[in-house]
């Protein structure tokens, strides 16, 4: 009789806890995704306009330069303007491609030239070199090598421009 109550017993106490079903086994949920408050994101898109100071090829001078990037995720393409007041004044437009490797932006460069002196006007080309460093996401600073091939004369002018640049 007692080992029939025990039995009884342990049936009713198995029964009991299994009375919701065999329970699934717990899985740990996946993590959640970092939160957007940690993502560094950086875009170059965007207007720009910056004072620059140049020497090279026996002169030296300041200027103003002003442009557009489009961030294209890896890449970038600009167009930009800038002046310089050397021993005459040199204005150029140039197209810019890049490569975005977040707050840094090396580029290359291609464009026109004019240069005056007096009244002695020059065309030509521009090409060159740059890298630009962001300080924050509106101000940033680089540097600029480049050489401008005037056709007229066949003289190149070598210039290292060092920039500041606010963005918009």
């Given at each position: 009789?007692?080992?029939?109550?025990?039995?009884?017993?342990?049936?009713?106490?198995?029964?009991?806890?299994?009375?919701?079903?065999?329970?699934?086994?717990?899985?740990?949920?996946?993590?959640?995704?970092?939160?957007?408050?940690?993502?560094?994101?950086?875009?170059?898109?965007?207007?720009?306009?910056?004072?620059?100071?140049?020497?090279?090829?026996?002169?030296?001078?300041?200027?103003?330069?002003?442009?557009?990037?489009?961030?294209?995720?890896?890449?970038?393409?600009?167009?930009?303007?800038?002046?310089?007041?050397?021993?005459?004044?040199m204005l150029r437009l140039r197209s810019r491609a890049g490569y975005d490797l977040g707050r840094v932006l090396p580029y290359a460069s291609l464009g026109l030239a004019r240069f005056s002196t007096g009244g002695d006007t020059q065309t030509g080309y521009s090409y060159?070199?740059?890298?630009?460093?962001?300080?924050?996401?509106?101000?940033?600073?680089?540097?600029?090598?480049?050489?401008?091939?005037?056709?007229?004369?066949?003289?190149?002018?070598?210039?290292?421009?060092?920039?500041?640049?606010?963005?918009?």
């Amino acid at each position: 009789m007692k080992i029939l109550a025990c039995s009884l017993a342990l049936t009713l106490v198995a029964g009991v806890a299994t009375a919701g079903g065999l329970a699934a086994p717990v899985i740990a949920p996946e993590p959640a995704p970092p939160s957007q408050a940690y993502v560094m994101v950086n875009d170059w898109s965007g207007t720009y306009l910056g004072l620059h100071y140049g020497r090279g090829s026996d002169m030296s001078g300041r200027g103003l330069h002003a442009g557009y990037i489009w961030d294209r995720g890896a890449y970038t393409l600009g167009a930009e303007v800038d002046y310089t007041d050397l021993d005459g004044d040199m204005l150029r437009l140039r197209s810019r491609a890049g490569y975005d490797l977040g707050r840094v932006l090396p580029y290359a460069s291609l464009g026109l030239a004019r240069f005056s002196t007096g009244g002695d006007t020059q065309t030509g080309y521009s090409y060159g070199l740059g890298v630009v460093f962001k300080l924050t996401d509106a101000i940033s600073i680089g540097a600029d090598l480049s050489r401008t091939s005037l056709a007229d004369t066949n003289d190149d002018i070598d210039l290292l421009q060092i920039r500041t640049s606010y963005r918009f």
